[in-house]
Every structure is written in C-alpha cells, then in structure tokens.
C-alpha cells in the first residue's frame, strides 16, 4: 500500500472508531492521582547544577588524561562529559532568561559536534598540542554558552588538581 492509502486508512479508523466524549469523575480521580505522582517524582529528580557538577568532574579530569597521554582514560572522561551534558540539558531543554528563552539542545549540539569533536579527534590523535588547543577552545564555548544562560559568573578555566585524586592518569603505571 501507498503511503496516501495508508493515510487514508489511519483517518478512516479515527473516524469510524469511537472515543469518549466526556470525562467521568472516575477519570477526574485517576487524572489527579497522577498530577500528584509526578509532582512527586519531579521533587526526586537532580537539579541541573547538579548534572553541571558531574560535567565539571569529568571535563577536569579528562584535562589531566589528556596533558598525561593517557589516551584511553582521555576518551573515557570525553564520553562521560558528553552524556552528562546531555543530561543536563534534559533535565533543562530551555532556559527562561530576562532576554528571552535560551534553547540549550541547539547550544550543545554545536558545542558537541565542534569543540568536543575536536577534542576528540585530538585524543584519536593522539596529538596533545591539538587537544590541549580544542580543550581550552571548549572552554570558552562552555563560557558563551554560561553567559547565553544568564550566568556570566560561571566563568570555568583550566583546572589547577584533578578532582579525582584516586586515579591515577600515568598510562604507565601498573596496579598497585
């Protein structure tokens, strides 16, 4: 079948087809119950700064990977940046800012598809002048992106200490 017949058939059943045309009270009780549950649910879920601050983990650490050449543990701390940017940005899609709303997906899309990119082109490289040039690149993309969002203050930079002081970023070193 066409896609038109296929059309044609989904608006033949949704005319043919009968629904409700009014909510009972029954509905109005379970419609409630859920308003409630995810109330509830929103009230467990993590702040975005809170997503921010495993991003701020990992993107320190993946600098002291990267200046150590540690190539694999430098890739490991790109991929956990990434998905932790992309989780924050689901918890907050789009920021509402006195000048307007601020779609933070497109911001990331751009940020992951050139900085971060180029960081990891840099790690599969294995080419540390390049990556440490796309690090501190990023660096400012995540300050265009902070000031886009109405907070200028959060002024990131390259990090004096790990922040994970247990691991250790010699791609020499053997246990223990």
């Not at 079948?1 to 379970?30: I, K």
């Not at 694999?72 to 907050?92: C, G, K, M, N």
């Not at 886009?148 to 002024?155: E, G, H, I, M, W």
Request: glycine share 8%; with cysteine; net charge positive.
């Amino acid at each position: 079948m066409r896609r038109g017949g296929a059309v044609l058939v989904v608006l033949l059943a949704v005319w043919l087809v009968p629904g409700p045309t009014t909510l009972g009270a029954a509905d109005d009780a379970d419609i409630a119950k859920l308003r409630t549950e995810l109330e509830q649910i929103r009230g467990r879920l993590p702040s975005q700064s809170h997503a921010m601050m495993d991003v701020g983990y990992h993107f320190s650490n993946l600098w002291f990977a990267g200046q150590s050449k540690n190539w694999p543990l430098a890739q490991f701390y790109l991929d956990e940046t990434r998905s932790h940017l992309r989780w924050a940005v689901r918890i907050i899609p789009v920021r509402r800012t006195p000048a307007g709303e601020v779609d933070l997906r497109g911001l990331l899309e751009a940020v992951d598809q050139t900085s971060l990119a180029d960081i990891g082109k840099a790690i599969a490289g294995r080419n540390g002048d390049a990556f440490t040039a796309a690090y501190k690149h990023t660096l400012e993309g995540c300050y265009t992106c902070h000031k886009a969002a109405d907070k200028p203050y959060l002024r990131p930079r390259i990090p004096e200490q790990p922040e994970a002081k247990i691991i250790n970023f010699d791609p020499a070193a053997t246990w223990p």
